[in-house]
């Protein structure tokens, strides 16, 4: 899909020095935000012209944004600027990409979907945001011959030798490019912007970004990316305290809401992209109306929102061969395998017609290896993946 992305961007200039628009990315363009809005658009299904206004009233949105991203209530008149940011510009963004069209009438902008294959590919995960994300802003750059700064500094930055000079250098010329070629004229505002941009950029590479204003510490990683997290780096906790003991009621809370978020939508694109039992045997005619984590989501929290970890199975199957008995809290060992094998199957047949639009057999080897507490190689291929969890399963 990266690669259909980058065929469909090629097609326009995107030079800010032509277009005079700082707006390609903005401060609440980040991986989570841009994916969840386009997950409103899928929602929201518009066949004509839509706005802001029209995402905003959503219930799918009214209920998720404040739990997820501890917001105050959409339908408060206070929550009136934060809103219009939150929703506005991440529209702007794909608008500027031409994923979606604009057109500004009096003071309000009305969009329409152009291209629903990417809208459908960013809404469905954040990772494939931030495919989108890396794909259109290294395009703008390169278009904008300002790409070339910023290999200077990845080269640099590659060799262990990227300074805070090298780093204060580079964002000053990104703040004379900004300023110069557009309408912002503030420094405040570009120095916004420039971390949403730059911070892709650096994660893809594995070198430091900025924080903070100034040159990271650390290599930008992807959960650096997301607006609403709990930031581990900057929680002032006693060594004694375990994170979960260091975190705020309210950070737990909205990391429960966003969890809960993500495995109802892993869910219910599961059903949505599989309509048959993934397990061919005896007990697969009929519909297939369950949707199973194999590796529990009680015991394993941390992959029940993957696809990978999720299966479609019959209800004969799910109650008397997943679950023996009808009783959820028991795992049959031996069923579980046969969903493994089933969904490596599964995989490998997506990835051939869709690429990673769903699933990565990277993602499934990270749910094989917590669930199994193994440590398999990334490089293994699914032939090797089947045979490897045979043998495990074997010997356990």
């Keep these: 899909m990266i690669q259909e992305i980058s065929k469909y961007l090629n097609q326009f200039d995107l030079d800010v020095r032509k277009s ?3 707006r390609f990315m903005d401060q609440k363009c980040t991986p989570d935000v841009v994916c969840f809005i386009a997950d409103c ?6 066949q004509g012209e839509f706005t802001v206004q029209d995402v905003w009233d959503m219930p799918y949105f009214i209920k998720n944004a404040s739990a997820i991203f501890g917001k105050p209530n959409p339908k408060e008149e206070s929550a009136h600027s934060e809103y219009d940011k939150f929703i506005q510009q991440p529209l702007r963004m794909l608008a500027y990409a031409h994923v ?3 057109e500004k009438r009096g003071n309000i902008n009305y969009y329409s979907v152009a291209n629903w294959d990417i809208l459908d590919y960013v809404a469905t995960k954040e990772r494939n945001a ?3 994300l890396y794909v259109y802003i290294t395009k703008v750059l390169a278009d904008s011959n300002f790409l070339r700064v910023f290999e200077d500094y990845r080269r640099k930055a590659k060799q262990g030798a990227a300074t805070k000079y090298d780093f204060a ?10 300023i110069g070629n557009t309408k912002i004229n503030g420094e405040v505002e570009v120095r916004r912007i420039f971390t949403k941009v730059f911070n892709v950029y650096c994660c893809e590479h594995g070198i430091q970004g900025t924080e903070k204003g100034r ?14 997290r709990i930031n581990w780096r900057d929680v002032d906790k006693s060594k004694a305290l375990t994170r979960t003991q260091a975190a705020s009621d309210d950070e737990l809370r909205l990391q429960a809401e966003y969890d809960a978020y993500q495995v109802t939508k892993a869910m219910n694109l599961l059903r949505k992209i599989q309509i048959e039992s993934e397990v061919h045997d005896q007990y697969g005619q009929g519909e297939a109306t369950q949707v199973h984590h194999i590796f529990p989501k009680s015991e394993f929290p941390q992959i029940a929102h993957y696809l990978e970890n999720l299966i479609k199975l019959t209800a004969t199957q799910h109650y008397t061969k997943a679950h023996p008995s009808n009783n959820t809290q028991v795992i049959n060992r031996d069923y579980q395998l046969v969903c493994l094998i ?3 199957n599964t995989i490998e047949k997506s990835l051939r017609m869709y690429g990673d639009k769903y699933y990565r057999k990277e993602s499934f080897i990270v749910v094989i290896n917590t669930g199994l507490n193994k440590d398999l190689s990334m490089s293994l291929n699914f032939e090797e993946i089947r045979t490897q969890l045979r043998f495990l399963y074997n010997n356990i």
């Design 20 to 22: 005079g628009d700082a």
């Design 215 to 228: 040159q990271s510490k650390y290599a930008i990683t992807f959960s650096d990316l997301m607006y609403n």
């Design 41 to 46: 658009l899928m929602n929201l299904n518009p």
């Design 342 to 344: 089933a969904k490596s």
């Design 100 to 102: 979606l069209d604009i």
């Design 130 to 132: 931030y495919n989108f």
């Design 169 to 178: 250098d580079l964002k000053e010329k990104y703040e004379r490019f900004i």
